[in-house]
């Protein structure tokens, strides 16, 4: 049987197809047979033909190369004239050409050999291979050598060797004579018997009596589930087998599962595939897992603000505002702007590495030499959770003119929402004059970091001591 035909569904008439022998019982022959039906169809020529089908090698051949069920008369002793190198009375006989298939044809070919296999008795085992034929009533009988070979698939984790896989390798000897059928002990002939069996778990002997007893002819529904080799083939309510319903790792069939395609984006759909009697796709699963692992190790909130405090001073990922630019991370800050800033831009960086944004006045005035004045700058700020915003001097005004802040750094509080005022210190011997829209100071955004007190009574000691005030280094 070619491999396009594996996993088709068998045609309402292929178990009774008489032109099927010999791709079921037949050996390498069958492995150009006639079709999906050759295996069935041998099943049927195996019960009529009784105890005479499943003879081998000693035996005179009851099915002809031909696979039409036909005997060719040979006996099993003398060199078959269609006999190759390889194993099988009928091993070469794909490469010669054939006798034109007989439409209808049956077990029943030559009466003289059936006849004389009828002479010869029930099959028996041939060096101790076990064979598992049909006997007239339509039941499989094993031989206690095949019940030790494992012919039961409950024996056969995997399903490899099995003999549907068997019939379908037999249009390569090479590999029907391996492990498939050797290790199993099943010849390619007996294993087109069982090519309709489903995939896997269940035992063959009760399919394949279910299939004889269902007759030849059979149900169209049987045979079609039976050639399918699906998984749900075997399990349907039909099936009998005890363990068909207690395999809780048979996987659904194709379209019984929530697919990717399916999925919108990354949603987890465990809620829609139980109602629906459906499982969900693995990708869907492991994005299960993934998503309930990452739920069960959630941070609380306040952990998560300390984590993204202590993530953002180290310059790593996870800041309160996200992604990192240049490895600095930004911190978003509410502004609103008073009306006698209306027009004045607001702070901004002066090149891309600057700490500070400069301020600017919001009104123009006069600092005296050696006075100070409270600068306002038009804007109230709403800083972000454990954040201050520090007010600094800027160094060209400082070298340059004396200016200064008397309080530097300036600290604005996280909860204060007054307008952000700038305090000057002219140092200088001149009146320094500020128009609006000046830059005045600098801001820079600081991370705070509170303490908390441990009083004790005696502090661990260290080599300074309490030098201090210039008690380091030159006087
Ligand atoms: O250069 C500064 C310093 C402070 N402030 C504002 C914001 C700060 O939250 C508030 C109080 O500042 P700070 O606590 O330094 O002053 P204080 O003397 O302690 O005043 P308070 O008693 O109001 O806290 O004044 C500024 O606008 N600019």
Redesign the pocket.
């Known amino acids: 049987m070619g491999r396009r035909g594996r996993d088709r569904p068998y045609p309402p008439g292929a178990l009774g197809g008489g032109g099927g022998g010999g791709a079921g019982l037949g050996e390498p022959a069958g492995a150009d047979g006639p079709g999906p039906g050759g295996g069935s169809g041998g099943l049927r020529a195996a019960r009529d033909a009784g105890p005479r089908a499943g003879r081998a090698g000693d035996e005179p051949c009851h099915v002809g190369p031909s696979g039409d069920g036909r005997e060719c008369g040979a006996a099993g002793g003398a060199r078959h004239p269609l006999r190759g190198a390889g194993r099988g009375a009928h091993g070469r006989a794909r490469e010669r050409p054939r006798p034109p298939v007989r439409a209808g044809g049956d077990a029943g070919g030559d009466p003289r050999a059936l006849r004389r296999g009828a002479a010869e008795g029930p099959p028996r085992p041939r060096h101790g291979r076990a064979d598992a034929g049909a006997d007239r009533s339509g039941s499989l009988h094993l031989q206690p050598q095949q019940r030790q070979a494992g012919l039961c698939h409950r024996r056969r984790p995997g399903g490899a060797g099995r003999p549907r896989d068997a019939g379908e390798r037999a249009d390569q000897p090479g590999r029907a004579s391996g492990r498939h059928l050797e290790a199993r002990r099943i010849r390619p002939r007996d294993a087109g018997r069982l090519r309709g069996r489903a995939a896997g778990r269940c035992c063959h002997l009760r399919r394949c009596r279910g299939r004889l007893a269902g007759g030849a002819g059979g149900e169209p529904e049987a045979q079609e589930g039976a050639g399918r080799g699906r998984a749900d083939a075997g399990h349907g309510p039909q099936s009998r087998h005890p363990g068909d319903h207690l395999d809780p790792y048979r996987a659904p069939e194709a379209g019984g599962r929530l697919r990717r395609g399916d999925r919108a984006g990354d949603r987890e759909r465990p809620e829609e595939a139980g109602p629906q009697g459906l499982r969900l796709d693995r990708g869907e699963r492991r994005l299960g897992r993934r998503l309930r692992r990452r739920r069960q190790h959630r941070p609380s909130g306040e952990r998560r603000r300390r984590r993204g405090l202590a993530q953002d001073a180290q310059g790593r990922s996870g800041g309160p505002t996200g992604r990192a630019r240049g490895g600095v991370f930004p911190v978003k800050v509410l502004v609103q702007r008073l009306p006698h800033a209306e027009g004045l831009p607001l702070p901004t960086y002066a090149t891309s590495g600057a700490a500070g944004m400069d301020l600017l006045a919001a009104k123009a005035m006069t600092v005296p030499a050696g006075g100070r004045a409270l600068v306002p700058t038009g804007l109230c700020i709403a800083l972000p959770e454990g954040y201050e915003m520090q ?1 600094r001097p800027r160094s060209g005004l400082a070298l340059k003119h004396g200016i200064t ?1 008397p ?1 530097a750094p ?4 996280e909860d ?1 929402r ?1 307008e ?4 000057l210190l002219n140092t200088g011997s001149e009146p320094f004059e500020i128009a609006r829209g000046d830059r005045i100071a600098q801001a820079v955004f600081a991370p705070v970091t509170r303490a908390q007190w441990e009083e004790v009574v005696v502090l661990p000691e260290t080599q300074r001591g309490g030098g201090g005030f210039g008690s380091t280094g030159r006087q």
């Open positions: 007010v802040l309080n300036g600290t604005v509080d204060y007054g952000v005022g700038v305090i």
